[in-house]
């Protein structure tokens, strides 16, 4: 199991990397990990205010396993989302949301991409799209767990679901994984559209 200090800037990097990479935008997005009963997560603002530049004393941490009556201040506003979804899968330990801007324009559209290959066989050929709700509210957590439970079963090791109208969510065993699945979509994504733009000349 990785020590504290290491899973803090295990995110701190993947956030970097992803930044860099056009992965996570500045408009918002959110980066956690579960280690034991913790759930380790990136601060509020962390797209607005840190652009993606963290500290690992920035990252917090909750514990699970009891009821979250308020999100402690520091944490990001969707740390009841990344709860839900890892009271939901056991075996997923990292979650990305993001709003990458390909599939920002699905989000919008209410539409998945279609994945072929080997993200295919990872997450099927298309993702489930969960309901519009307020950024932060226990309703989006729920909407985004219901939607994702029409399509992976809780033993899930990988998901990923278009959260409607506002972006993505990405899950894996790990971060890297995350990452990576989060890149093959937003290359499906903008993929698709620029087929659809020849076949329809
Ligand atoms: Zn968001």
């Given at each position: 199991?990785?020590?504290?200090n290491?899973?803090?800037?295990?995110?701190?990097e993947?956030?970097k990397?992803?930044?860099?990479?056009?992965?996570?935008?500045?408009?918002?997005?959110?980066?956690?990990?579960?280690v034991?009963?913790?759930m380790?997560?990136?601060?509020?603002?962390?797209?607005?205010k840190?652009?993606?530049?963290?500290?690992?004393?920035?990252?917090?941490?909750?514990?699970?396993?009891?009821?979250?009556?308020e999100?402690?201040?520091?944490?990001s506003?969707?740390?009841?989302?990344h709860l839900?979804?890892?009271?939901?899968?056991e075996?997923?330990n990292?979650?990305?949301?993001s709003?990458?801007?390909?599939?920002?324009?699905?989000?919008?559209?209410g539409k998945?991409?279609?994945?072929?290959?080997e993200?295919?066989?990872?997450?099927?050929?298309s993702?489930?799209?969960?309901?519009e709700?307020?950024?932060?509210?226990?309703?989006?957590?729920?909407a985004?767990?219901s939607?994702?439970?029409t399509?992976f079963?809780?033993?899930?090791?990988?998901?990923?679901?278009?959260?409607?109208g506002h972006?993505?969510v990405?899950?894996a065993?790990d971060?890297?994984?995350?990452g990576?699945?989060?890149?093959?979509?937003?290359e499906?994504a903008y993929?698709?559209i620029?087929?659809?733009?020849?076949?329809?000349?």
């Amino acid at each position: 199991m990785l020590h504290r200090n290491e899973v803090r800037l295990k995110i701190c990097e993947t956030a970097k990397i992803l930044f860099d990479a056009s992965l996570l935008t500045l408009s918002g997005g959110n980066i956690s990990c579960r280690v034991g009963g913790m759930m380790f997560i990136t601060p509020r603002y962390s797209a607005e205010k840190f652009k993606w530049r963290l500290k690992p004393r920035e990252i917090c941490e909750i514990r699970m396993g009891k009821a979250l009556e308020e999100v402690p201040k520091p944490a990001s506003r969707e740390s009841r989302l990344h709860l839900a979804i890892y009271e939901t899968y056991e075996g997923v330990n990292a979650l990305i949301h993001s709003h990458e801007k390909n599939l920002m324009g699905y989000a919008l559209a209410g539409k998945s991409p279609s994945l072929f290959g080997e993200i295919a066989r990872l997450l099927g050929g298309s993702l489930p799209i969960s309901g519009e709700e307020v950024p932060g509210s226990g309703e989006l957590a729920r909407a985004v767990v219901s939607s994702l439970l029409t399509k992976f079963s809780a033993d899930a090791r990988s998901l990923a679901v278009i959260v409607g109208g506002h972006g993505v969510v990405v899950g894996a065993d790990d971060l890297g994984s995350a990452g990576s699945i989060l890149c093959a979509l937003s290359e499906y994504a903008y993929a698709e559209i620029v087929k659809e733009h020849f076949q329809s000349r």
